[in-house]
């Protein structure tokens, strides 16, 4: 079956650390894989996006490669910001017009 | 910018009530989905629909049932509301075909049933 497992929060950072936090999925075919961004009191955004292996998704200085040899699509930042607190979603999308979503990690940074 | 609203931000129950949540989509969106979020178990997904009428059970469709009579709108629907309903349910929308995955979420509405 398809699932998505991201590493448990909270996650608490100082201003400018370097950000991982950790996806694997389980799918079968070739799943598109996603990273969502959900801003306190908003709906979820998508943050970025990656339809096959090794392709990178990147945007707000964010990036996640899609491993197929280990089913892995970390989400990375060089330097966070305290704009960037927000709880952060994997997701994965295969056929059927259904997403998987992880339990979700809550990121603080603190200035 | 595609918009997905929905009916309430809060909204507060009683234990056997009917309640209904609303969604309003304006990107003429074939697919819309309705999810509930909970802590530590992300978003399940409770009922989808791909076209006016139609309708696709998810992973957690019992207690809820929907409507969608028009193309923008998707109606998630609690018979009889219990506490363990009290959640916060998101809508989505998204276009059919290659882009189907590009899925936009409304803010939110925060049920909870006393």
């Known amino acids: 079956g398809n699932s998505v497992t991201q590493m448990e929060g909270p996650v608490t950072l100082s201003e400018e650390a370097f950000l991982t936090i950790n996806c694997t999925y389980t799918?079968?075919?070739?799943?598109?894989l996603f990273w969502y961004v959900q801003y306190p009191g908003e709906g979820l955004q998508l943050l970025l996006k990656a339809t096959k292996a090794d392709d990178k998704g990147s945007n707000k200085g964010f990036e996640a490669t899609y491993r197929k040899e280990t089913t892995s699509f970390h989400l990375e930042k060089g330097s966070v910001q305290v704009s960037d607190s927000a709880v952060y979603f994997c997701?994965?999308?295969?056929?059927?017009?259904?997403?998987?979503f992880g339990t979700g990690t809550s990121l603080t940074v603190i200035p | 910018d595609v918009k997905v609203t929905q009916s309430s931000r809060y909204l507060v129950k009683r234990t056997g009530e009917k309640v209904f949540l609303e969604c309003v989509q304006d990107m003429d969106h074939e697919n819309m989905f309705w999810y509930r979020q909970d802590p530590g178990l992300g978003l399940r997904l409770i009922y989808f629909?791909?076209?006016?009428?139609?309708?696709e059970k998810g992973d957690i469709p019992e207690g809820y049932s929907v409507s969608r009579e028009k193309k923008e709108r998707f109606s998630l629907i609690l018979e009889s509301a219990s506490t363990n309903q009290t959640s916060m349910y998101l809508c989505?929308?998204?276009?059919?075909?290659?882009?189907?995955?590009?899925?936009?979420f409304g803010p939110g509405t925060r049920l909870t049933v006393t």
């Open positions: 799918a079968t075919g070739y799943p598109s």
């Open positions: 629909s791909y076209d006016v009428k139609m309708k």
């Open positions: 989505a929308s998204s276009p059919s075909g290659t882009s189907s995955y590009e899925q936009y």
């Open positions: 997701a994965l999308w295969n056929t059927g017009n259904q997403f998987y």
